[in-house]
């Protein structure tokens, strides 16, 4: 069974998340694409993504405003940012951006093989983290299952006696 990669991008401007889009279609992707920081806190209710792409400039909360109030939630705190903007892009926005807790920060226009690239490294780490917890949470079980087992009277040890 596939496992579809969810993706958050907030954006005010429709025809950039119509870019975004895009650039970033893929099988094997779930974008979910919000024009609001009020949206993008919403989302991050309902799902757990494998990376946000976060436009800077928006009129109710600035990106970097948004990155933080996001990273201020215990589950959202390791969740990737990638600020994609065109508005700022000198070096203090940009460290502005990383202090938010950015884990990139894109400039437009950008290179769609870039974007491509780099959120692919978010999916498959994302991809990678459910395969350890589905793997963890079996071998919790088969742990329960073997304590159990040797709890029970009269459970086999293993371990035959023999009488000579």
């Not at 600035?62 to 990638?82: D, F, M, Q």
């Amino acid at each position: 069974m596939a496992t579809f990669v969810p993706i958050l991008i907030v954006d005010d401007q429709p025809k950039n998340l119509v870019v975004v889009e895009s650039v970033l279609s893929a099988p094997d992707y779930r974008l979910i694409m919000v024009q609001s920081a009020q949206d993008a806190l919403l989302a991050l209710l309902n799902t757990d993504f494998a990376a946000i792409l976060l436009d800077v400039k928006m009129p109710e909360m600035n990106g970097y405003e948004l990155a933080r109030l996001i990273h201020g939630r215990k589950a959202n705190r390791r969740l990737p940012i990638i600020f994609v903007s065109g508005h700022r892009t000198d070096t203090t926005d940009v460290k502005l951006g990383y202090e938010a807790g950015a884990v990139d920060y894109v400039t437009k226009p950008f290179d769609p093989v870039v974007l491509r690239s780099k959120v692919a490294v978010f999916a498959e780490l994302y991809r990678q983290r459910l395969t350890l917890a589905a793997d963890a949470a079996s071998l919790r079980g088969e742990n329960a299952r073997l304590r159990q087992s040797l709890e029970t009277p009269g459970a086999k040890s293993g371990a035959s006696s023999s009488t000579n």
